[in-house]
C-alpha cells in the first residue's frame, strides 16, 4: 500500500521526504510488528522499537523526533479516527456480512463462535485490538459488533442481529439460574441460563448452527454471574447453599437483572454492593471501595442474596478464596 494513499485515507501531514513509498501493513501493538509495516504509535516509548523491528512508516498525534530519515513519519490528529479510516478502508475490500448485536448476544456469541464452522469475528470495543484481526478477514467472515456507531462508521452495510424472536417449547424454570426447554426438537436440559437470557442463547445458538453443544462453555458468560457462599462466605459449588452473590459489569444489563431477582426471589433478603452510587440500583446500596473488604462487609450485613455491580467476577472470587489466618497464643 502507498504512503501517499495513507496519507489520504487518514487526512495525514508527512513530516519528512523519505526514501520508501510503501508499506505492506499496519500495526497498533509494537511486539506484532514486522519489517515493511507502518506502526501507530498510540504509546511513544515504543517507536524505537518498532523501528528496530523494521517499521517502513509511523504514525504519531504528537510531535515526536524523527530519528529515522528514511522511513516516512505521519501525523494525524487523532489516532483513533486514524485507525478506524484505515480499517474501514480494509474491509471496504471485502463483500461481508455484519451485524449489530446487543450486549447479550455479544456474550453469547464470544463463548460459542467457536462452536460453529461460520467464520466469526467480535470487533472489540477498542478498535485497537481490531486491527490484528484484520489479518485473517476475507469474504466468508462475519462481523458482529455491539457498538452499533463504531460498526457504521467501519462498515455501514451491516444488519441488526436480534431482528427475529425465538420460541421455545416445554419451558420449566427450575430456579434462578436453571432452565430446560425444547428447541427444534432438541431438548436442552436444566441449562445454566437464567430465563431472561433463553431467547438470546437461541438466536445465538441457531444463527451459528451448532451441532454439538458444549454446556461447559456457560461458565465463561459473564451474565447474571453466580457465586455460591457457604454461611462462614467461602466459595462451595453451583446450587450448594442457599446464600449467593451475582456480580455484573454492565450497566445496560442491571435494571433487567434485578428486575428479574426481585420477582423470582421473593423468599430471601437481597442486599445491593457497589464501588459508587448507582441510579440503576435501589436506594439501599453498600458503597465498597475496596474490594478485599467484601467478607468483611458480609459479615456485617444479613443477606440471602447480594447483587454486586462495578467489581470483576475475578477478583471477587480471589477475595473470597483467602485464608484468614488466625494467631493462637499456647
Given at each position: 500500500?502507498?504512503?501517499?494513499?495513507?496519507?489520504?485515507?487518514?487526512?495525514?501531514?508527512?513530516?519528512?521526504?523519505?526514501?520508501?513509498?510503501?508499506?505492506?501493513?499496519?500495526?497498533?501493538?509494537?511486539?506484532?510488528?514486522?519489517?515493511?509495516?507502518?506502526?501507530?504509535?498510540?504509546?511513544?516509548?515504543?517507536?524505537?522499537?518498532?523501528?528496530?523491528?523494521?517499521?517502513?512508516?509511523?504514525?504519531?498525534?504528537?510531535?515526536?523526533?524523527?530519528?529515522?530519515?528514511?522511513?516516512?513519519?505521519?501525523?494525524?490528529?487523532?489516532?483513533?479516527?486514524?485507525?478506524?479510516?484505515?480499517?474501514?478502508?480494509?474491509?471496504?475490500?471485502?463483500?461481508?456480512?455484519?451485524?449489530?448485536?446487543?450486549?447479550?448476544?455479544?456474550?453469547?456469541?464470544?463463548?460459542?463462535?467457536?462452536?460453529?464452522?461460520?467464520?466469526?469475528?467480535?470487533?472489540?470495543?477498542?478498535?485497537?485490538?481490531?486491527?490484528?484481526?484484520?489479518?485473517?478477514?476475507?469474504?466468508?467472515?462475519?462481523?458482529?459488533?455491539?457498538?452499533?456507531?463504531?460498526?457504521?462508521?467501519?462498515?455501514?452495510?451491516?444488519?441488526?442481529?436480534?431482528?427475529?424472536?425465538?420460541?421455545?417449547?416445554?419451558?420449566?424454570?427450575?430456579?434462578?439460574?436453571?432452565?430446560?426447554?425444547?428447541?427444534?426438537?432438541?431438548?436442552?436440559?436444566?441449562?445454566?441460563?437464567?430465563?431472561?437470557?433463553?431467547?438470546?442463547?437461541?438466536?445465538v445458538y441457531n444463527f451459528l448452527d451448532i451441532?454439538?453443544?458444549?454446556?461447559?462453555?456457560?461458565?465463561?458468560?459473564?451474565?447474571?454471574?453466580?457465586?455460591?457462599?457457604?454461611?462462614?462466605?467461602?466459595?462451595?459449588e453451583f446450587g450448594k447453599s442457599d446464600k449467593?452473590?451475582?456480580?455484573?459489569?454492565?450497566?445496560?444489563?442491571?435494571?433487567?437483572?434485578?428486575?428479574?431477582?426481585?420477582?423470582?426471589?421473593?423468599?430471601?433478603?437481597?442486599?445491593?454492593?457497589?464501588?459508587?452510587?448507582?441510579?440503576?440500583?435501589?436506594?439501599?446500596?453498600?458503597?465498597?471501595?475496596?474490594?478485599?473488604?467484601?467478607?468483611?462487609?458480609?459479615?456485617?450485613?444479613?443477606?440471602?442474596?447480594?447483587?454486586?455491580?462495578?467489581?470483576?467476577?475475578?477478583?471477587?472470587?480471589?477475595?473470597?478464596?483467602?485464608?484468614?489466618?488466625?494467631?493462637?497464643?499456647?
Amino acid at each position: 500500500m502507498k504512503i501517499t494513499s495513507i496519507i489520504d485515507i487518514i487526512d495525514g501531514k508527512l513530516l519528512n521526504s523519505p526514501s520508501i513509498s510503501f508499506i505492506y501493513s499496519f500495526k497498533t501493538n509494537v511486539s506484532k510488528v514486522k519489517e515493511g509495516d507502518l506502526f501507530i504509535a498510540y504509546n511513544l516509548d515504543d517507536i524505537q522499537l518498532a523501528i528496530q523491528k523494521g517499521a517502513f512508516a509511523i504514525i504519531v498525534e504528537n510531535i515526536y523526533p524523527i530519528v529515522d530519515k528514511e522511513i516516512a513519519w505521519i501525523k494525524v490528529d487523532s489516532l483513533n479516527t486514524s485507525v478506524i479510516k484505515l480499517i474501514r478502508y480494509k474491509l471496504a475490500h471485502f463483500n461481508l456480512e455484519a451485524f449489530f448485536c446487543d450486549e447479550i448476544s455479544n456474550e453469547f456469541l464470544k463463548n460459542f463462535s467457536s462452536l460453529s464452522n461460520k467464520k466469526i469475528k467480535i470487533i472489540p470495543k477498542n478498535l485497537k485490538g481490531f486491527v490484528p484481526i484484520l489479518e485473517d478477514i476475507d469474504d466468508e467472515t462475519i462481523l458482529f459488533s455491539s457498538n452499533n456507531e463504531v460498526l457504521d462508521k467501519i462498515y455501514p452495510n451491516n444488519l441488526k442481529f436480534e431482528n427475529e424472536d425465538f420460541l421455545v417449547s416445554n419451558l420449566l424454570k427450575h430456579s434462578l439460574f436453571e432452565t430446560s426447554f425444547t428447541f427444534k426438537n432438541k431438548y436442552f436440559q436444566r441449562v445454566k441460563i437464567p430465563s431472561i437470557y433463553i431467547e438470546s442463547f437461541i438466536r445465538v445458538y441457531n444463527f451459528l448452527d451448532i451441532k454439538e453443544f458444549d454446556d461447559s462453555k456457560l461458565k465463561n458468560i459473564n451474565l447474571f454471574k453466580t457465586i455460591f457462599l457457604d454461611k462462614n462466605f467461602n466459595i462451595v459449588e453451583f446450587g450448594k447453599s442457599d446464600k449467593f452473590i451475582i456480580t455484573s459489569n454492565n450497566i445496560s444489563l442491571v435494571e433487567k437483572e434485578i428486575s428479574y431477582l426481585k420477582s423470582r426471589f421473593t423468599y430471601g433478603k437481597i442486599i445491593y454492593i457497589t464501588s459508587s452510587y448507582n441510579e440503576c440500583l435501589p436506594k439501599e446500596q453498600i458503597i465498597l471501595k475496596d474490594i478485599s473488604e467484601i467478607k468483611n462487609i458480609f459479615k456485617k450485613n444479613s443477606f440471602n442474596a447480594s447483587y454486586i455491580f462495578g467489581f470483576d467476577s475475578v477478583n471477587i472470587e480471589e477475595n473470597l478464596s483467602k485464608v484468614e489466618k488466625e494467631l493462637t497464643l499456647f
